[in-house]
Every structure is written in C-alpha cells, then in structure tokens.
C-alpha cells in the first residue's frame, strides 16, 4: 500500500491479517532472523509496551508483534493504536491475504475451526473476516498474497522484503579434518579431497603441513586438483547466495582428507580465500593438522 515518503521502522513489525494465511509460520521465520516475537499483545498494551522499547527498558533490538480477530477489541482498538504509534515509531504492517479458495482448503485440511464460529460455514467466516478486515488491510505498508506460497517460498519474500542479510553478514567456517579422526558434526557441506596426489608419501613433504609452500604447490599444482578447485568453486558460487536467500547466518564447510594434515589444509586455505572474495565473513580452522 502506498504510504506517501513515510521512513518505515523495520526493527519493529506488525503481522497481522485473515487467519490461515500464514501468520505462525511468518512470526516463527521472523524469530529465526533475530525478531522478539509476541502473539496476539492486546492492542491496548502495544503503546505502553511501544514506550517501554524506545527508552531501551527492555533490552530487544528487534519486535514482531502478530494480532488478529482472535483478540476481542482488535478489531475496535487497533487503528486507533497505530494512528497513535505511528507518532512515535512508525512500524512496518504487513497484512497477510490470500484467495477465498486457497484459505477453505486451509482450513479444511487442517481440520482446526475458523475463529469466527457464530457465522455458519467456513466459506461465510473468511468472508465475513475479510470485510472486518478492510479498514486494517488499507492502513498496511505491505500486503502479502500467501495464495501461491509454500513455506520456503514465503520465508524467502520475508528475506527479501523485511531482513537485513546479505552475504557480508553471513558467517562462513571453514574447517580441514582428517577421516580417520571422523567427521566434523556440525558441519553442512563435506568436500572429500582423499582422491589428490597425498604428500604423505613424500619424504621431503611428510612432516610437513598444508600451510607450508612447497606442500601447497606440490597439492594445487596437480593436474586433478586444479581441475577440482574449479567445480569446488563453480558448487560453492552457486550455493552460497542461496543460503544467504534462505536466510542461513552460519554455515560450515568441511574439507576432508585422509590425516586432515596435507591436502585438506591447503584446499581449506583456498577455499577460504575465495570465499573472502565473495564478500562473505570467513574463517578457517584446522581441526587435526597437529595429530
């Protein structure tokens, strides 16, 4: 909805809209990306809790509030409240819509009551909701149709439209190990380099580490593994701004050899340098290279 130039405060969301268009499942995302969320704060706290958050009496950077229907005096209180707020903060309201249709279905494969019960069918309820809801609707910043959406699809418009990531803000660890001590648990993709030439078998090269210069090139300069940093690049540019998309903050990448001592420490080392040129934040560990 346009609003003229009004500078909207993202630290502090509205979610509200027709029940079944998806509210629990935008308050949870929002959790998930750092909000404090509340549901169903009765509008008439909302200026006193409003005050309470900008004098910092409440140490919560960022607040997602969800009302609706359910809330006795909502439908009465709540334009008054944010007409009043709106003085002070000016949050960002999103509506959540979606079809007549899409919201029966909902409601029908849920099996879970419409909370307007005194309307007859679940069709007349979503109706009769939808005219009480007009005047809410037409004083948001943003409406979303939830008609089309899956779950994934609707945490990526969140992403998006209301968050602040991006690749700088996303976490990326890089860690180096050996097999034979065993995965790493946490981590989220496992690249096996135990295919490369192995400086194990090297005399020269054996008590050496990744780190060192001459293990380095006698790693990066075989044929096959110059050939895998190329697909380990091309996966890892294709992967990591989905992540960011999905709206992920940590991620762990763990590179894998036999000992995790030679060719795991030196692709992790790579790796990590290409990871910094893709703006990411990155750090990289080597978990065995001492064992």
């Known amino acids: 909805m346009g609003k003229g130039n009004r500078v909207l405060n993202d630290r502090f969301l509205i979610i509200t809209g027709l029940a079944g268009s998806g509210k629990t499942s935008v308050s949870r995302f929002l959790e998930d990306f750092g909000y ?8 008439m706290l909302i200026p006193s809790f409003v005050e ?3 004098r910092r009496e409440v140490e919560i950077e960022k607040v997602a ?18 007409r009043r707020i709106r003085q002070e903060i000016n949050p960002r309201v999103i509506f959540l819509d979606a079809s007549d249709e899409t919201l029966i279905k909902r409601f029908s494969e849920s099996r879970r009551p419409h909370p307007i019960k005194d309307s007859g069918s679940i069709r007349e309820s979503v109706a009769l909701e ?17 008609s089309d959406t899956n ?21 990326v660890v890089v860690v180096s190990f050996g097999y034979k001590y065993g995965l790493p648990l946490d981590a989220d993709i496992v690249l096996d380099t135990r295919f490369l030439p192995n400086p194990f078998y090297v005399d020269d090269l054996r008590e ?8 380095r090139k ?7 593994t110059k050939r ?6 091309r996966f890892v540019d294709y992967l990591m701004p989905n992540f960011v998309e999905e709206g992920k903050s940590y991620v762990t990448v763990a590179v894998g050899c036999t000992g995790g001592k030679h060719r795991s420490v030196a692709l992790a080392e790579v790796l990590g340098e290409h990871l910094k040129e893709m703006t990411f934040k990155v750090q990289v560990n080597h978990r065995d290279i001492f064992k």
């Open 36 to 43: 404090y969320c509340m549901d169903n704060l009765p509008a």
């Open 52 to 54: 309470l958050w900008r």
């Open 65 to 82: 509030l969800t009302l609706d229907i359910r809330e006795a005096s909502f439908l009465t209180e709540f334009p008054k409240v944010l």
């Open 130 to 146: 939808r005219k009480r809801l007009a005047e809410i609707k037409n004083m948001s910043d943003e409406v979303i149709n939830t």
């Open 151 to 171: 779950i994934n699809d609707l945490k990526k418009i969140l992403t998006r439209r209301f968050v602040e990531q991006s690749a700088a803000k996303m976490q």
């Open 208 to 215: 050496k580490t990744g780190k060192n210069a001459k293990v």
């Open 218 to 224: 006698y790693v990066l300069e075989a044929p096959e």
């Open 228 to 233: 895998f940093i190329q697909e380990m690049f």
